[in-house]
């Protein structure tokens, strides 16, 4: 596997930094246009680095919202504070961050840091949303940076000018790609779901090849839905690591919410979702409730059996655990299982494998034609039941979408169709149409006889 964390490697790298709660992340969301970033009013927020393609005039950089540096900083702070540090030596160009008023002592220890790498810098101030507030903040204009603006990330203002000194700054005939057309996308989306603490972050780092998200035993380090590119094979894959959720009465602060709802908005994001499940604790309630919201989704699902390395018993002990896994919930009886160490990177391979696997079934349809001749030999061999003096009868079926899959079968007696000749066709669609690995549904019409 390849990594291209970004999409975005030959484009020049703008780094948004400063202290925590100064606006960082509401003026990331502000230049691109879209809410990204999780914003708080309290500081700490932001944890790893979000990353996003913006276009200006000049042609197009990756611009990274940072975590608050905070010199000195100890425990999952001190993290996110060396991540955000390492930004002020690879970027090509760095926002640096203030908040209108008196400077604090927070201020001077990132100032003195920032100060290292003054020549790549553009100072901006922050909240000055008015004119008036503007003319105030003329000491910030000794401060020694080469360029300076005054602006409110909130409200918008001055963000344009902001835009304008940004493409006067990059020498984008360094960076020939950076003026290319939009690249045409990945051939595939897959977001990284389950429980705080089943080795998303982890899994995530591994297949990018990099550290792009912070791995901590503390359960929900990762707030914001993060993303990043890789190639597999000739393919690019985009990969969402997302917030571990918990059950909706353990989620008592706005942040993990707005988190909790991102990471299952994810799942509109995918075309597969690799469900992290513990192997050692096995499958939770948990792991049922998010794969239901998969299901219902029409998205596909892998079963991905992390810390196997901490397993015993080789493939017996893996049989035993997919018997118990399909027997706990079969309604996942179509997915695919794999074991997998996202710490050792054992097996991960077959991940993408699976992924690219899934997605085309997903994409796959099938014309009403052929379909219809399938279902006269499906019902010969095996007549729909009778229910008393009621005999069912099949008109013909027709496949409507993909993506989710979604067949409609036309009947004589829609009320009371028996459920488990329901299952049947979609056991023959599975088997005779390759779609063994994704969730179908099968919606039942009555049709009259003429």
């Given amino acids: 596997m390849t990594s291209s964390a970004t999409r975005a490697g030959n484009l020049p790298l703008v780094a948004i930094v400063g202290r925590p709660n100064v606006g960082k992340s509401t003026l990331f969301n502000r230049l691109m246009r879209r809410r990204i970033a999780i914003t708080d009013s309290r500081p700490g927020v932001t944890r790893d680095p979000l990353s996003g393609v913006l276009q200006l ?3 197009s950089v990756r611009l990274v919202d940072t975590g608050g540096i905070r010199p000195g900083a100890e425990g999952m702070d001190a993290e996110v504070s060396g991540r955000s ?3 002020l030596e690879k970027a090509d160009l760095i926002v640096f961050m203030l908040e209108i008023g008196e400077l604090t002592g927070e201020d001077q220890e990132v100032l003195a840091v920032v100060r290292r790498f003054a020549d790549k810098v553009v100072l901006v101030v922050n909240k000055v949303d008015t004119e008036a507030r503007e003319g105030a903040a003329g000491e910030y204009l000794a401060l ?13 203002r001055n963000c344009g000018e902001l835009e304008d000194m940004l493409s006067r700054r990059i020498d984008f005939s360094r960076f020939p790609e950076s003026g290319a057309e ?3 996308g990945q051939d595939a989306t897959i977001a990284v779901l389950g429980k705080p603490n089943t080795g998303k972050s982890t899994l995530f780092n591994r297949l990018l090849g990099s550290e792009e998200s912070i791995v901590s035993p503390i359960p929900g380090t990762t707030r914001d839905v993060l993303e990043g590119r890789f190639e597999y094979r000739g393919k690019v894959i985009r990969i969402l690591d997302t917030a571990g959720i918990r059950r909706k009465a353990k989620v008592t602060e ?4 707005y988190s909790v709802n991102r990471a299952i908005a994810g799942i509109r994001d995918a075309d597969v979702v690799f469900l992290l499940i513990d192997a050692v604790e096995g499958l939770a309630e948990q792991d049922k409730k998010i794969a239901v919201q998969i299901v219902r989704k029409g998205r596909g699902i892998v079963l991905a059996l992390n810390k196997w390395d901490l397993m015993e018993g080789g ?3 893996f049989k035993t655990v997919e018997s118990r896994l399909r027997f706990q919930f079969p309604v996942l009886d179509f997915a695919p299982v794999i074991p997998i160490s996202a710490r050792t990177g054992w097996n991960l391979d077959r991940l993408p494998a699976a992924a ?9 349809r099938v014309e009403t034609g052929v379909l219809n001749r399938a279902l006269a030999s499906w019902t010969g061999e095996n007549p729909p039941p009778r ?6 009868k099949i008109r013909y079926m027709t496949q409507v979408r993909t993506r989710p899959l979604r067949f409609v079968l036309f009947v004589n007696h829609g009320e009371g169709f028996p459920a488990s000749y329901i299952g049947y066709i979609k056991n023959r669609l599975r088997s005779d149409f390759g779609f063994r690995d994704v969730p179908l549904d099968i919606e039942v019409r009555s049709r009259d006889r003429d």
């Fill in 85 to 87: 540090l390492a930004y």
């Fill in 144 to 156: 020694g940076f080469p360029d300076t603006v005054f602006l409110s990330s909130a409200h918008g």
């Fill in 315 to 317: 493939k017996g002990a």
């Fill in 182 to 184: 939009p690249s045409p």
């Fill in 356 to 364: 690219l696997e899934i997605k085309a079934q997903l994409e796959r």
């Fill in 387 to 392: 229910d008393g003096r009621r005999r069912f």
């Fill in 57 to 59: 005039d000049g042609g």
């Fill in 254 to 257: 706005d942040v993990e919410y």
